[in-house]
């Protein structure tokens, strides 16, 4: 008796223990945070591949290495370590190897190159000496052979140290991360496995991607834009060439939008691909189409036409008379399939949750990259509709965060149009009358799911309650509902946000004194758009946004959205809709709300000057501000002290307004 009680008591204490180690999430969380990325299921179905990034705070970034865990989860092996992971790995169809691409410099070449790793163990071994930058790799299904997909090598004055001036000829002549593009173009190789002979099978002014063997080896699948001048239009189309040297390419698709994605079937009597709902007029509020066609581009079936969702990952079935894929719809992203000979479309499994990839094992089950709101991301194996995790990544450190929790939520814009959201609240804390943070999306065609969102976490578990708000021009519910906004920008998007926070403050949810806004990309242009509109937010964060639109002609990646959407500036017709969509700079006088601005410095998609100009505005009328650029980063910010400088930089700005 005296034992069982001790025990109790033990218990009891433990409990306890445990419930006062968890604390809230802080901006040093970066350097813990891991995201777990690029499932390979091995010949056999017994392994699964994938690569972990791991942030390393002596080098100021994450960092990749390989693992292999079982079928079943029980048995997980560390395949490389010290950020030697390489990328695009995956298993040779023997299964006796691993390869991967690595830009490590050896023999005096330092572009990258294919390599190899024995999954039985030892070094991994330079397999390639390629002149070209090597950017992907597809093995042949009898492992003969191995396509590769390089880009043509551009030419270097090796004996100057001064770099070369940047020449820009093309129409799309910017990209972020990329910087100023050059003329080079990316083309299909074939390698020889035991003699590395290699073969070129095109070339040319146009480049190939998504490359994808036939079943007997004889062909190759592949993506590219062959239209006159590929930079002024938004095609792409599906194109087959044989496997050896000499060969025409044939043309399989001729739409005027997006064909790509190719996948043969295991016969090869068809190929599974996507294409866009629009043409290449709405190429930018789009949605895929799950099509088949066989392998002489006749008989084609768009087989998703009635979902009116946008479908991806497709992934023929065991015996070929299915197609596998995911589907984004309202919040949620699940696993559907299509029977190729009834044409019905069933939800295999869904539920509150996000999957973002799918991979077919060839026991007839699958692999699934699942989170949720309260689950970081992890591997899943999905069969007769049982899910099995095996893999725990972030599982130990997430134990110890008092998470928020999340719930979704519909209001109703004042024009009547139902908008989905999802409502995060710190946890054990009521939701009556809290701080709030709108924080919003970017894209604008996106949209927040019930998925693990570590930045609203960071927000909601230091207080605050936080809206995501899936406004119109986000996808999830229909190619209209991404439509509206085209070519009228802060309109429908703000009646959106507005109406979603009118409904929270109705609800008793949260203080209409205290309420905060902030977003990144299209989420701080919107931030722009509604304090330029509404007085009521007392502190915004406003992230790689713009404002004074005119201005971004010709200094971002979108040249040929503003000529498509908004038009030419120095035609009335486009002038007009420039300055229209430029009132949070044109009418910053309207703005009372203290607003921090941040941006990347060299980010090419939503370039500083946006952030810079409003900044400057506020400035000037005496708004309380501050202007925030990070160093070398791009839209993206990929260091991790930028990271967590971010972090709390948010915590700061809305704790001295809103709390």
Known sequence: MKK??????????????FAQSKRKLNPNDVYHYQSINNPQVSPDGKWVLYAVSTPDSVKNKSTSDLFQTSWDGKETIQLSYYGNGGGNATFSPDGKYISFISSKAVDSVDNAQLWL????GGEAFQFSQL??????????????????????AEKKNKKSKTKEPIVSTRYHYKQDVAGYTDSTTTHLYVMDIKTKELIQLTDGIYSESQASWSPDCSKIAFVSNRTADPDRNSNSDIFVIEAKKGTQIKQLTTWKGEDRSPVWSKDGKYIAYLRSTADDTYINYDQNILSIMKPDGSDVKLLTVSMDRPVSNPKWGKDDKSIYFLVDDDRQSYISKVDLISGKIDQVIGGDRSFSDLESNPNGEWLGVMSDPMHPTNFYTLANGTLNKITHVNDEWVSHIDLASVQGFKSKSKDGTMVSGLFFTPAGVKAEKLPFILFIHGGPVAQDEFSFDFYRQMLATNGYAVAAVNYRGSNGRGIAYSKAIYGDWGNLEVMDLLG???????QGWVDPAHLGIGGWSYGGILTDYTIATDTRFKAAASGAGSAMQLSMYGIDQYLLQWNEEIGLPW?????DRYMKLSYPFTHADRIKTPTLFMVGQNDFNVPSEGSEQMYAALKTLNIPTELVVYPSQFHGISVLSYQADRFKRYLDWYGKYLK
């Open 4 to 17: 069982t009680l001790l025990f109790l008591v033990i218990s009891v204490i433990s409990i306890v223990t």
């Open 117 to 120: 790793m024995d999954r039985k």
């Open 131 to 152: 002149k070209q930058d090597l950017q992907s790799y597809v093995w042949s299904p009898d492992g003969s052979k191995v396509l590769l997909l390089m880009k043509d």
């Open 500 to 506: 979603a926070t009118d409904y929270l403050t109705k």
């Open 571 to 575: 035609e009335k017709k486009g002038l």
